[in-house]
């Protein structure tokens, strides 16, 4: 269900965003930093050629944008999640432009 809600500017925390292209290269360098994390060396078993990447390029296809995320003192809210990462950069501008301007 989508509703409209106004929240007041000085309540305004902080604002973030996440794009699909963000999403989908922490997709492909999470296993790696992981395994150097445990002193592992799994470069062959994630190189280019490997099943596994090829696994992780084929899921990274239907990794969605997560939209904007505005914190306030009272509660989070969440909008423009599945937009391309361009109109999900172009929202956020906009909104932080204006932000800037009442700060």
């Known amino acids: 269900m989508k509703k409209v809600v106004n929240i007041p500017v000085p309540d305004i925390i902080d604002m973030d965003y996440s794009t699909a292209s963000k999403q989908k290269a922490s997709l492909r360098t999470a296993p790696i930093k992981r395994a150097g994390d445990m002193n592992r060396n799994y470069a062959n078993t994630l190189s280019p ?5 090829k696994v992780i390029e084929y899921i990274s296809r239907f990794v ?32 932080a432009v204006r932000l800037k301007d009442y700060r």
């Open 49 to 53: 050629d490997s099943r596994a990447f």
């Open 64 to 95: 969605r944008s997560k939209g904007i995320v505005i914190k306030t003192r009272k509660d989070i809210y969440t909008f423009a999640q599945g937009l391309p990462d361009n109109e999900v950069l172009y929202i956020f501008s906009l909104i």
